[in-house]
């Protein structure tokens, strides 16, 4: 283990913990004892701050798992709203996103099945997909050619599924889900989309990219988190009444684990319908990000084509990027430096994150730094 991190070291890949808390100031951080500008939170509407856990009246410890004795009725409560929310005919909550993607793929697809999924989904659906034994077919990010043609190679006779992120964290690409959608029916698919950087920001009420397409009939499994836009805890699937019996009774890590809290199922409750009553909220986001990503565009930043509330800045080097992170955070900004393997070799970068609650002037002075930054190190 000591020879492997010695290496990950050389190759400026090691990774550290770093404390952090919560400030009062809304959009900022306070990290290893320092204010920052909290531009890597996840929260994109600002709502971490809305709720005290314990404030609610819904107990801490949930017992066991939920097919014991640990199914409170505020996961029936939560699954049923969220359901007709989502336009589904049912909802499951399960713990996180990650363990939904690995569970859920995992259970539905065998030896004989065949996924294909973008080159840039998140770890969890490739993690999913390897404990699966299905055939992995990965086609080139959202090149729907290439995926035609691997759809068209297939054999016809074998299930097959496709998943995608609607929008990619690492990128903030949105993927073409109505291309896939087509192709999806055309080749005699099943379709899964991974929400969980889309949900709670687009549709008129956060109902998710999906549904602001008018896809949701056209999506078979529906995939998205708690944990981002909605401030809290917690992943769900939601598609027709059969896939929620047949994941309740197959999902290794539903059926194996400890239920959620139900207080903090409370506060997911909370947050969701605070969300969904405060469009201010993601109109807010979508235009601070919009603003914030022309402004790095026009200093000459390559921003990967970025689309959303996440906004990266290519650098190559994992040194010079960690390097340009650390400067950005003695100029009082938190903006963490992205290397392999979470991202491909020499793409390393800064990834910014939005949110509703940014003040404007705090980001006009940080495009001024991270301009000046850019410069001094030759990356502009």
């Known amino acids: 283990m000591y ?36 531009l890597s939170s996840n929260h994109y509407l600002g709502l971490d701050q809305q709720l005290s856990i314990e404030a609610s009246p819904h ?5 066991a798992s939920r097919l014991v004795v640990g199914n409170d009725p505020i996961f029936t409560k939560l699954e049923t709203d969220f359901a007709a929310f989502k336009h589904t005919e049912a909802c499951l909550m399960i ?23 973008d080159k840039l989904n998140h770890a969890s659906i490739t993690d999913g997909i390897v404990l699966s034994r299905a055939e992995h077919v990965r086609y080139r990010h959202r090149d729907m050619n290439h995926l035609e043609q691997l759809l068209q190679k297939s054999d016809p006779k074998r299930r097959k599924l496709i998943v995608t992120d609607a929008v990619f964290s690492m990128d903030g690409t949105l993927a073409p889900l109505r291309q896939i959608a087509e192709l999806k029916e055309r080749y005699n ?3 899964m989309v991974d929400e969980a950087h889309s949900g709670g920001v687009y549709g008129d009420k956060g109902e998710g990219l999906v549904h602001a397409l008018g896809l949701t009939e056209r999506v078979d ?23 929620k019996s047949y994941l309740i009774n197959r999902i290794r890590g539903f059926i194996f684990t400890t239920a959620l809290p139900p207080n903090v199922v409370s506060a997911v409750y ?3 319908q605070t969300a969904m009553k405060e469009g201010w909220r993601r109109n807010d986001l979508l235009e601070r990000a919009s603003w914030f990503r022309e402004k790095l565009h026009t200093a000459g930043f390559n921003t990967c084509g970025s689309e959303c509330q996440i906004i990266p800045i290519i650098i190559g080097d994992n040194a010079t990027a960690l390097k340009f992170s650390a400067r950005l955070g003695e100029e009082g ?8 393997p979470t991202v491909p070799e020499g793409t390393a ?32």
Not at 352 to 378: K, P, V, W, Y
Request: with cysteine; glycine share 10%; aromatic share 8%.
């Open 3 to 38: 020879k492997e991190l010695e290496q990950l070291s050389l190759q400026s890949q090691y990774r550290e913990l770093q404390e952090c808390s919560p400030s009062q100031e809304p959009g900022w951080i306070i990290r290893s004892g320092k204010h920052l500008l909290n």
């Open 59 to 63: 107990r801490i410890g949930s017992t």
């Open 95 to 117: 713990s996180n996103g990650y363990m939904a993607n690995v569970g859920t793929i995992q259970a539905i697809c065998g030896r004989d099945d065949i996924v294909f999924s």
């Open 189 to 191: 698919a099943y379709l």
């Open 221 to 243: 499994i529906h995939m998205g988190t708690f944990s981002k836009a909605y401030g809290c805890y917690g992943a769900y699937i939601a598609g027709d009444t059969v896939l």
């Open 270 to 272: 909370h947050n969701w």
């Open 333 to 340: 900004i938190a903006a963490v430096a992205i290397r392999p």
């Open 349 to 380: 970068r800064i990834r910014f994150s939005l949110m509703a609650t940014h003040r404007m002037e705090d980001l006009q002075q940080a495009i001024a730094i991270i301009t000046r930054l850019g410069q001094e190190q030759g990356i502009i």
